[in-house]
């Protein structure tokens, strides 16, 4: 479903600028879990709304997301060559073509925030509501200032604290804010936002967790890019910091925590506790 | 007026990631001279609204637009050591960071849109026919589609229709965007914001046409930047391929057609009449 939209609500390419459309196409089309749709559409289901009118906002989410890996990857970030198995953006279209296409998508996002079709299901306030969550978390108060210091500490000895600025900003915002964009959407009550919130923050967490993990652990074919990037970049990760079984024991009981903060809800937050089951479980 | 809004708006360098506010800071505080923010204000005024209710969004365009310069300096795009006569943000604070302050400005001027005071100015849904506005301008249909023609012909033959389509998406487009969204937030009537769409078209070429011309003939000192860095990169623009004096004609009548526009308004528009002089006298 996600897919599909994507496929149908990105431009197509044409005249001069068709390249970089092109380029952003590649990168959404080269398979994600779409993670972060999916959140926002189990959540705006657990609030009692209707996923299939929320489609704007879930393709919003993989845009910045998409935007993100693309800029992350370039040669003056972590320089990666692959990424889920295929070339990267750089490598494929070139260094300044990958760069717009990373701000074409961002800012397409907000094109799609304010899509027609959302603003038929939810009202103009809601709307403007889930623009500022998400902007907030992706911008430089969550995503783009965990990814800065990421890469500001690269290298470096980390502790506790700075580790989890990274994690809870980097990744941790921006799938918090699926969820709580989600919510808000779907109409949503300010308790029931404040649960969905707790759910998708220590979902984000565990989410990083296990990416780290992966990335000592995991295997190169199923994740589709070279396994122990980080140790090459001298990354901070919880591994690193706390060992592998202690990381594994910190996403189960993050996955627990997620899960408790589903407790009032009934059948209709089934899928949210099927992500944070499958998000802890994952191999790639 | 719109440099303390900027100083107020903007967030604070603090945490791990503090760097990436500083370089945001940088940039921003580098002095340009605020056409667009002046631009919107100007527009909303001549509507019959308040500029001084429209800071937040007013302050949106100018993160908007310099982050387009922050990337645009970059190694992998025209590679500029100089800004307004400072050092460009990527060699001030290096190319890791300087992309992510320009990611930082583009997403935190969507959450600028979103701000309260904005909210308690203007109806919700209004508010949000602004952002569609800003990011179809901003994005890949305008700025960004505009910067990938311009890097893409870099050094090849070029036709006048191609050379339209870079200036109008270029730069043309965000201009356009500043006045319509001023006009919208002002409460334009449709007739009026199709008046002032006209005018922001118009000025928004000759703008271009006139940076076209300073970088052939203008002054490296009030420029704050060397001249002939277009002929350097071997860019299409209107002088190269008309001449100088045809150029100048050009920018001429395109002040013309954007003051007819105007013709229907009283004094409320005089600022804009006088921003129209000013964008084709300008020496900087």
Redesign the interface.
Known sequence: MVDNALDQLL?QPE???G???EA?RYSISAGGKRVRPILLMAACDTAGGDHSQVLPAACALECVHT?SLI?DD?P??DDDDLRRGKPTCHKAF????A??A???L???A??L??HQDL?KYA???T???A??V???A????GM??????D???EGKPIDAE?LA??HT?KTGALIRASVEMGAILGGATHEQVQKLKGYGTALGLAFQVVDDLLDVVGDQEKLGKPVGSDIKNEKATYPALFGIEEARRKATSLKDEALACLEKFGPEAEPLRAIATYVVKRDR
Request: charged fraction near 10%; glycine fraction near 12%; hydrophobic fraction near 55%.
């Open positions: 431009p005249g001069p600028s390249k970089v459309v952003m935007y800029h370039l003056a970030m070139g260094e300044a073509v760069i717009l990373g701000d074409a961002l800012t397409y907000f094109e925030m304010a603003g009202a103009p306030q709307v403007l509501r623009v500022a998400f902007a907030q992706a911008g430089v108060s783009v200032g965990g990814q800065t210091a890469i500001l500490f700075t600025f990274i900003h």
